[in-house]
């Protein structure tokens, strides 16, 4: 490993970290080893990738020192957080200032951030388009991480901040799959009108972010989106039509409607859809499926990821 540059993985046993790091270890010539880090260790994701090859390290994004510990020595980090564990944005924004510290007093030489747009500067605060939530975010899971920027820019850190999308596998994990109406169809359901959305294999971020850390110079100081495809609700619908070999329909709902939905994080989401409705021109804009497919030449289209995955989409 000594010979290699090593990257620190922030939430390497996760979805994005997890996929950079089984990038680099599946290319043993590309110059690159990776530093998993992990609260548990002994885990078994944390075990297996050791046994892939990493070097698995225990960190707490809650613990500056164990951080900077992790970090010491490395090339670059890749720094994610996860809002879905915790539901809190202040808890959000302070481990990034903590990963960003750690980057800034080791002296690293290229970090990515994981983050999205801090929708407040499309949609101020006292604009009543949509609820304010926790009284000072719109989206808080968007707003969190690109309020969080500021730590990594204003570090003067070597950063590439990453903008990721909507996961394909949201349709497995996130309750979003197909639901059987009271008359027997199959619908998906979005309040984002007729408008794309950007969406992406979680795995591919961390290709996508692995393509990054290869270029070197290139990427760094930018803002870099990712995307497989921007795909409407429709052409959604009609790719799980496909692979489901039955028909799937595509339902437009009203954001307010999704927002009461009920389940935990109903009114983030509702917000979040509502955001990528009415600024999708932008949202797409910023993220470029040549350039991802630059990145990650094996990225994967709907089509092709439901190929491989439609076996595990639950249908409610």
């Known amino acids: 490993m000594q010979h290699k540059r090593i990257v620190a993985v922030v939430g ?15 290319d043993p010539e590309g110059g690159f080893a990776v530093r998993a880090l992990t609260r548990k260790p002994s885990s078994p994701k944390a075990q297996e990738l050791a046994q892939l090859g990493a070097e698995v390290v225990q960190a707490d994004l809650d613990d500056p020192a164990s951080l900077r510990r992790a970090f010491d020595g490395a090339y670059g980090a890749f720094c994610v957080t996860n809002f879905w564990e915790h539901f809190s944005p202040q808890r959000e924004t302070a481990q990034a200032a903590n990963m960003a510290a750690a980057a800034k007093s080791v002296g690293l030489h290229h970090v990515i ?19 304010t939530l926790m009284g000072k975010y719109k989206v808080p899971h968007f707003d969190a991480k690109g309020e969080a920027d500021r730590f990594f820019l204003e570090a003067g850190l070597p950063v590439t901040l990453l903008l990721t999308s909507f996961y394909f596998e949201n349709f497995i994990y996130f309750g979003m799959g197909p639901r059987r109406t009271p008359n027997g169809k199959l619908v998906i359901a979005f309040p984002m009108g007729s408008e794309k959305l950007p969406g992406i294999a979680v795995e591919d971020i961390g290709k996508c972010a692995y393509g990054i850390f290869r270029s070197g110079a290139e ?5 870099v989106g990712v995307a497989a495809e921007h795909l409407s609700g429709a052409e959604m619908a009609a790719a799980l039509s496909r692979a489901l070999g039955t028909e799937v329909v595509y339902e437009a709902l009203e954001p307010e409607a999704y927002r009461n939905l009920g389940f935990p994080g109903a009114q983030d989401l509702g917000n979040m859809f509502q955001f990528n409705w009415e600024f999708a021109e932008d949202f797409c804009k910023a993220r470029s499926i040549e350039l991802s497919r630059r990145l990650n030449p094996s990225l994967q289209t709907f089509d092709a990821w439901l190929e491989l995955n439609k076996s595990r989409i639950p249908i409610a």
């Open 219 to 223: 990427f760094k100081g930018k803002t």
């Open 113 to 131: 951030w994981s983050t999205l747009e801090d929708t407040r500067r499309w949609i101020p605060l006292e604009d009543n388009r949509m609820p």
């Open 12 to 26: 390497a046993t996760g979805a994005q970290g997890g996929g950079l790091a089984r990038a680099i270890l599946n």
